[in-house]
């Protein structure tokens, strides 16, 4: 598994370099065939005053399942980096345990590498049957309209929303404008892959 490290606005110490690469490279013990591992590391300036630290874990294996986690609460980015990975912990639960419930009886069968991971730290096999499935309740059919992406942004805000889905006018393509955490808007376009 191939460990990125970035950083935006702060110096990554050899000591900090060790730590998220020691922490991370244990991952791929409870999800196999991880491809790779990247590590954002940022620190804000708060309107408050002093600064946070962010971590953002993002994991990829080779079936193209991505795991995201995202830690803001911390003003150190060690501290950070450990909350991320308990939450990316709690995330690969999750995942293995929607895994297990659509597999059934023949999850070691059909999922052996899953099976044969290790289990991940504070994981029981009641944690699988606890987790409430989830649930497709409803289908909804959306009319697009041909739009400017400022347009769709102007009618995600009417509606209320956080999101639009609309049809590009300049692209001709299908994409999503989404309200970002930091107030700002993102447009998502879909490629396949």
Not at 30 to 46: C, G, K, M, S
Request: proline share 4%.
């Amino acid at each position: 598994m191939e460990v990125q490290i970035t950083a935006r606005n702060v110096e990554i110490s050899p000591r900090l370099r060790e730590h998220v690469e020691k922490k991370v490279s244990k991952l791929d013990r409870y999800l196999p065939n991880i491809i790779d591992a990247r590590v954002d590391l940022t620190a804000e300036r708060q309107k408050k005053g002093g600064e946070r630290a962010v971590a953002q874990l993002t994991v990829r294996d080779r079936r193209g399942t991505i795991l995201r986690v995202e830690d803001k609460s911390q003003a150190d980015l060690f501290a950070a980096v450990d909350v991320a990975l308990d939450k990316m912990y709690r995330r690969i639960r999750t995942y293995k345990g929607k895994r297990r419930r659509r597999s059934g009886e023949r999850f070691a069968e059909l999922e052996p590498e899953l099976a044969a991971a290790e289990p991940v730290p504070g994981e029981t096999s009641a944690d699988y049957e606890e987790e409430a499935k989830a649930v497709i309740v409803r289908h909804k059919v959306i009319n697009v309209t041909p739009m400017t992406e400022e347009e769709a942004v102007e009618q995600m805000e009417l509606l209320g929303h956080d999101f639009f889905v609309f049809l590009n006018q300049e692209t001709d393509e299908i994409n999503v404008a989404y309200l970002r955490e930091d107030g700002n808007y993102g447009i998502l376009q879909p490629r396949i892959a």
